[in-house]
Structure formats: C-alpha cells, structure tokens
C-alpha cells in the first residue's frame, strides 16, 4: 500500500483544523456582525448557515486554484494520467480536510444538517482522491472534478436568501438565480465534451493500463454517475430559472433596502 507525504498529511490537517475554526468561531462571528437576519435563526438553521458558509469559502479556495492548475500546470495537462501531481496533491489534499471536517460535523449535528447522500459522497470522494495522494494518479481528471466547486457558492446563497425571507422574486433572487444557472452549465455541462475527449484520448494507452483496477473504478465509475445527476440537476435548474423570469409580478426590493428583511 502507498504512504501519503508529509506534507500531504501536513495539508489534509491544517485544512480540517481550520475550516472547524471557521465552522466554530469565525463564521458565527463575521455573520453575526455583518448580518442582522442571523441572530433571529432558528439553531438548525445557524448551523447550516454557518456549514454553508464553511462550503463557500471552500469551493472559491479550491475551484480557484483549479483553475490556475487546468491554465498553467503544464505537466499535469500534457500527461493527465501520471504527469507530475504536486500542486493538484496540495488542492486535493486541502479538499480531503475540508471533507472530513464537513463529515464530521455531519454526524456530530445529524439532526440539523445529517444527509446520507452528503456522507456517500464524501466517501466516495475521500476513496477516488487515495488514489492521486498516496500514488499520484490520475492528476488531470481529479483537478478537473474540482472545477465543479465554482458552482457551489451560488447555490448556498440562494438558501441565504431563502432563510433570511427575501421573496423568490426579489431581484437579488433573481440574479443569484441566473448566476447559479449559468455557473452550474459552465462548471459542469459545458465541460463534459473536454474531460471525455481526455478520457478517451488516454483510454488503452501504456499510461492507462498502468493505472489500478481500483484506481479505474474511482475514475470512470463516479464519472459517469455524477454527470448524469448533473444533467438531471441542470435541466430541473434551468426549468425552474425560466419559470420564475417568465412569471409575472416581481417583488419590489424596497422592503428588503428598508430593513423590513434581513
């Protein structure tokens, strides 16, 4: 069995201490002096805000650093299957502490936030990411998967919105809304016909057989799962997001300027 690096666990560890400080500490914090709205939550309900704002920050730390990877990291694009996977162990890693603290708090506040999917996931995700930290596979589609991340604050903020009252026809609803649409299509439809074309360009090749058994299930198996829940997702997304721009009789913000909704 491969060992993980050092500084692999260094990462993994830092990033799992940190974001349970901002779980426990910071988030309660920064909420609680910059939104009024928060301290009128119900305790199910400051939980979730502040696990969801735990997910942002994440999602813009990782999905960011993707991105830098997917435009710059010339090693990792010209072999996506063994090329050289420093800087995706360190996004990864940082994923792997922020999936087990969420995993952990999960259980810990099951009645508030407790979703078996969520805990599926996670394993599933903690067992595909194995294989790029302790063997450094697969450095290219694991970093591409985390693209997704970028659509995940849009979607926190619409529940934001939702607990804090702002009516559905509200404009900052509204425009979260067509956010959240669009990011979901680019981060996670739009890019299938790349991620695929890699998959199949690198499907039989030396570099693909030397590649575990195991290492291919946690590769093509979620793959394909996941994006035919996105496709599912992003056709309920854009249904509802067409709905709400073809209705009549959007909300006037004024209520929501005049502190009325917080």
Not at 135 to 150: D, K, Q, S, T
Request: aromatic share 16%; glycine share 6%; proline share 5%.
């Amino acid at each position: 069995m491969e060992s993980f690096s050092p500084l692999v666990l260094s990462i993994a560890a830092t990033s799992f201490v940190t974001f349970q400080c901002l779980f426990h500490f910071v988030s309660p914090w920064i909420s609680a002096q910059f939104f009024p709205g928060y301290h009128r939550l119900s305790p199910r309900h400051t939980i979730e805000w502040n696990s969801r704002t735990v997910s942002t920050l994440h999602a813009l730390i990782v999905g960011l650093f993707c991105l830098y990877i997917l435009l710059h990291d010339d090693a990792v694009n010209e072999d996506p299957v063994w090329g050289d996977p420093s800087l995706v162990k360190i996004n990864v890693a940082m994923t792997c502490g922020y999936l087990l603290s969420d995993m952990l708090l999960i259980c810990y506040y099951w009645r508030a936030i407790g979703d078996k999917f969520f805990v599926i996931h996670h394993l599933a995700a903690l067992y595909a990411y194995y294989y790029v930290l302790s063997i450094g596979m697969l450095p290219y589609f694991a970093n591409f998967r985390l693209v997704a991340e970028l659509s995940t604050p849009c979607v926190n903020q619409r529940w934001f919105f939702e607990v804090l009252g702002y009516p559905k026809r509200s404009l900052p609803n509204m425009v979260n809304g067509i956010a959240m649409t669009a990011s979901f299509f680019l981060v996670r439809i739009a890019v299938m016909p790349l991620y695929y074309s890699r998959m199949y360009a690198v499907y039989g090749t030396e570099p693909f057989y030397r590649v575990t058994f195991g290492g291919r299930c946690a590769w093509m198996g979620p793959s394909f799962c996941l994006d035919i829940m996105n496709v599912m997702w992003m056709h309920k997304m854009a249904r509802g997001c067409i709905g709400v721009l073809r209705s009549p009789g959007k909300v006037n913000v004024e209520k929501l300027q005049n502190g009325k909704v917080h």
